[in-house]
């Protein structure tokens, strides 16, 4: 009885990792999929091409997470301002900041260098 308990227990763990393993697998085969449908590895031998395609990928999926943040944000400090909570309020104000300069992070970094 007992060894049949450990038995389910050992092929309960075998197929979690399996199950691990192949979402990870899944999702590189998603991202490259995406990568090749948006161009970003380049349709001609320009090896320029192909970074600044990259970069403006890479860039889309930073400004996606900042839009996240930038919306939990936003519902942050409107909860506090109806519950009068001025630490969820100053969190809010943080989150909200954080989203803002990630949003704009491409921005922000060709403001700096100047390009």
Do not use: W
């Amino acid at each position: 009885m007992k060894n049949m308990m450990e038995r389910k227990e050992k092929g309960k763990k075998i197929l979690k990792k399996i199950c691990k393993r192949g979402a990870i697998i899944i999702g590189y085969i998603i991202a490259l999929n995406v990568a090749q449908q948006l161009n970003v590895f380049g349709a001609n031998d320009d090896p320029l091409t192909v970074i600044n395609n990259l970069s403006d990928f890479i860039f889309g999926l930073i400004r996606a997470v900042g839009m996240i943040i930038l919306g939990f944000g936003v519902v942050q400090v409107g909860m506090s301002l109806k519950s009068h909570d001025p630490t969820q309020r100053a969190n809010g104000i943080m989150t909200l900041a954080g989203g803002i300069v990630i949003t704009f992070s491409k921005e922000i970094l060709s403001l700096i260098t100047g390009g």
